[in-house]
């Protein structure tokens, strides 16, 4: 009966340290997984950005012309670069669409984008601003359509003659994006030229101070992200070697060494904290809340003590999660980004969830020590614990991963079986091995301690005396008492041989019981 409570008992425990141990090893393993997501975009933005400019490989097109082609692609994946390095919801295409008057970038966010890279300030800033007439006269010059009406131009286009006026702008609602080296100069010139047509011809003046008010060098999205501005002369050095196919975004710059900071690394871990921390006071605090439901159901009323078990909880749960999620984090993207080196850019995010675990519980019993609540030898066995829990976990969780790769959680739920799993495998091996340490003394290399001295129990059936601390009694007087002899049998004690025994008499400690 014993034997079967005991057995029962140990299996509630394997189970409760199989379900904690699935939770440790699922925030850290959050968060290596959100930071391994993060570095994963970074890098694919710099690839799209290598693909998209070595595409222009073997074009005869010149390098004058196709710099507005290279404009296009650097804007928008320097801005999808910045914006999967500060983990932007915000996300740009290049169209390549040639329609009359279209956008050469367009956003998720609504705004579109127009660029005009040409030979200086003042022909960038004129082809922004061109209107709906000048296109039309440029059109009539190279189609050679001289009986052309403005009106059939347009409706050619599916363009209602009532919906604008001649010279309003055709790129109108767009921004206006021209080089770097140009916008200062462009922005000069068109208000001297606003000025000067407020006289002449005030019917321009409202294209060209439109075209001013979205001239800009860059891509800018509402949280702040930009694209990297660019300009003519860089457009052309790119251009060349598109060209030829031996564009190197690492060459600019483009690599996760040089993009992430430790204000990123630290984002990435709070992010990936506050996120493990939410799952964290869920796990936590679910047995504790069935609980409070069994026990309603049970006697109709909840004690004051499954309360303060269930804050608890939510507290403990809380804040271990966030310190656990922001550490795997920020270690899996200090590691995968090349901040400390390129040995470590190849690491297993699994592996570093599976150390964060290891680290962190030891730390946490590592104080326990210190405090004296907790012996060497229970450190030591919850360390072995820990590793071979955590092994079975990330090995169940890659095998099921592998196995079954179209469910997005398979990983974890082969994490959660394998906390299971290797905890009451655990119990097992750790008996086999006491046991084994019981017959032949060995100490598995300091890791169990072999007690051979004696019990005094059984020093004082040999007839040894025990050394024992003289204790200082206050003598008290007593009054004389009389009392009668009493008559007794003597009984006969026969000496017994009694054969000691090796056994556990503590955590990973053996002597003799």
Same mark, same amino acid.
């Given at each position: @009966?014993?034997?079967?409570?005991?057995?029962?008992?140990?299996?509630?425990?394997? @189970?409760?340290? +199989?379900?904690?141990?699935?939770?440790?090893?699922? @925030?850290?393993?959050? *968060?290596?997984?959100?930071?391994?997501?993060?570095?994963?975009n970074?890098?694919?933005?710099?690839?799209?950005?290598?693909?998209?400019?070595?595409?222009?490989n073997?074009?005869?097109?010149?390098?004058?012309?196709?710099?507005?082609?290279?404009?296009?692609?650097?804007?928008?994946?320097? &801005?999808?670069?910045?914006?999967?390095?500060?983990?932007?919801?915000?996300?740009?295409?290049?169209?390549?669409?040639?329609?009359?008057?279209?956008?050469?970038?367009?956003?998720?966010?609504?705004?579109?984008?127009?660029?005009?890279? !040409?030979?200086?300030?003042?022909?960038?800033?004129?082809?922004?601003?061109?209107? !709906? &007439?000048?296109?039309?006269?440029?059109?009539?010059?190279i189609?050679?359509?001289?009986?052309?009406?403005?009106d059939? &131009?347009?409706?050619?286009?599916?363009?209602?003659?009532?919906?604008? =006026?001649? %010279?309003?702008?055709?790129?109108?609602?767009?921004?206006?994006?021209?080089?770097?080296?140009?916008?200062?100069?462009?922005?000069?010139?068109?208000k001297?030229?606003?000025?000067?047509? /407020?006289?002449?011809?005030p019917?321009?003046?409202?294209?060209?101070?439109? $075209?001013?008010?979205?001239?800009?060098?860059?891509?800018?999205?509402?949280?702040?992200?930009?694209?990297?501005?660019?300009?003519?002369?860089?457009?052309?050095?790119?251009?060349?070697?598109?060209?030829?196919?031996?564009?190197?975004?690492?060459?600019?710059?483009?690599? $996760?060494?040089?993009?992430?900071?430790?204000?990123?690394? =630290?984002?990435?871990?709070?992010?990936? +904290?506050?996120?493990?921390?939410?799952?964290?006071?869920?796990?936590?605090?679910?047995?504790?809340? !069935?609980?409070?439901?069994?026990?309603l159901?049970?006697?109709?009323?909840?004690?004051?003590?499954?309360?303060?078990?269930?804050g608890?909880?939510?507290?403990?749960?809380?804040?271990?999660?966030?310190?656990?999620?922001?550490?795997?984090?920020?270690?899996?993207?200090?590691?995968?980004?090349?901040?400390?080196?390129? #040995?470590?850019? $190849?690491?297993?995010?699994?592996?570093?969830?599976?150390?964060?675990?290891?680290?962190?519980?030891? @730390?946490?019993?590592?104080?326990? #020590?210190?405090?004296?609540?907790?012996?060497? !030898?229970?450190?030591?066995?919850?360390? /072995?614990?820990?590793?071979?829990?955590?092994?079975c976990?990330?090995?169940? *969780?890659?095998?099921?991963?592998?196995?079954?790769?179209?469910?997005?959680?398979?990983?974890? =739920?082969?994490?959660?079986?394998?906390?299971?799993v290797?905890?009451?495998?655990?119990?097992?091996?750790?008996?086999?091995?006491?046991?084994?340490?019981?017959?032949?003394?060995?100490?598995l290399?300091?890791? #169990?301690?072999?007690?051979?001295?004696?019990?005094?129990?059984?020093?004082?059936?040999?007839?040894?005396?025990?050394?024992?601390?003289?204790?200082?009694?206050?003598d008290e007087?007593? $009054?004389?008492e009389?009392?009668?002899?009493?008559?007794?049998?003597?009984? %006969?004690?026969?000496?017994?041989i009694q054969?000691?025994?090796? +056994?556990?008499?503590?955590?990973?400690?053996?002597?003799?019981?």
């Amino acid at each position: @009966m014993k034997s079967s409570i005991n057995s029962r008992t140990n299996s509630l425990n394997s @189970m409760k340290e +199989g379900y904690y141990s699935f939770i440790h090893n699922s @925030m850290s393993q959050l *968060g290596s997984q959100q930071a391994d997501t993060y570095i994963s975009n970074i890098n694919t933005a710099i690839d799209a950005l290598n693909e998209d400019i070595n595409a222009f490989n073997g074009f005869n097109t010149s390098v004058g012309q196709l710099k507005g082609d290279i404009a296009e692609f650097w804007h928008s994946d320097t &801005f999808n670069i910045n914006a999967a390095l500060n983990d932007s919801r915000f996300k740009t295409v290049v169209d390549r669409s040639h329609g009359f008057a279209s956008a050469d970038i367009t956003s998720n966010w609504g705004d579109r984008f127009g660029l005009k890279y !040409y030979r200086n300030a003042q022909a960038s800033a004129d082809a922004q601003a061109t209107s !709906y &007439f000048e296109r039309y006269c440029e059109y009539k010059v190279i189609s050679g359509r001289a009986d052309l009406t403005f009106d059939e &131009f347009l409706k050619e286009r599916n363009i209602d003659p009532n919906d604008v =006026l001649k %010279y309003d702008p055709i790129y109108s609602g767009q921004i206006r994006i021209i080089p770097k080296d140009q916008l200062e100069e462009a922005i000069s010139y068109l208000k001297i030229k606003i000025a000067k047509e /407020s006289g002449n011809r005030p019917e321009q003046v409202a294209r060209l101070q439109e $075209t001013l008010n979205k001239l800009e060098a860059k891509i800018e999205s509402p949280d702040g992200t930009q694209s990297v501005e660019l300009s003519r002369e860089e457009a052309e050095e790119i251009a060349r070697l598109a060209k030829e196919g031996k564009f190197d975004a690492k060459e600019y710059g483009f690599t $996760t060494e040089e993009l992430i900071k430790l204000n990123h690394i =630290l984002k990435q871990g709070v992010k990936a +904290g506050m996120t493990a921390a939410v799952i964290s006071f869920v796990l936590k605090t679910a047995p504790e809340i !069935y609980k409070c439901f069994e026990q309603l159901i049970k006697e109709g009323q909840i004690e004051d003590n499954q309360f303060k078990n269930l804050g608890f909880a939510a507290l403990s749960g809380s804040s271990e999660g966030f310190i656990r999620g922001f550490v795997s984090a920020s270690l899996t993207t200090a590691c995968e980004s090349g901040v400390w080196g390129e #040995v470590l850019k $190849t690491v297993n995010p699994n592996v570093i969830a599976g150390l964060t675990v290891i680290a962190m519980n030891m @730390m946490k019993d590592a104080f326990f #020590v210190v405090k004296g609540t907790m012996t060497q !030898y229970e450190m030591t066995t919850n360390l /072995s614990r820990n590793i071979f829990v955590t092994s079975c976990a990330l090995g169940l *969780g890659g095998l099921t991963q592998l196995c079954l790769p179209m469910i997005p959680g398979a990983y974890l =739920l082969g994490n959660f079986v394998g906390s299971f799993v290797g905890s009451f495998a655990f119990i097992a091996v750790d008996k086999a091995v006491i046991s084994f340490c019981i017959e032949s003394g060995w100490t598995l290399f300091g890791l #169990v301690k072999q007690d051979y001295h004696l019990p005094d129990e059984i020093i004082k059936q040999l007839g040894f005396d025990i050394f024992e601390v003289d204790e200082f009694d206050v003598d008290e007087y007593e $009054t004389d008492e009389f009392s009668f002899d009493e008559f007794k049998l003597d009984k %006969y004690e026969g000496d017994f041989i009694q054969i000691l025994r090796r +056994g556990v008499i503590g955590v990973h400690q053996i002597g003799y019981i």
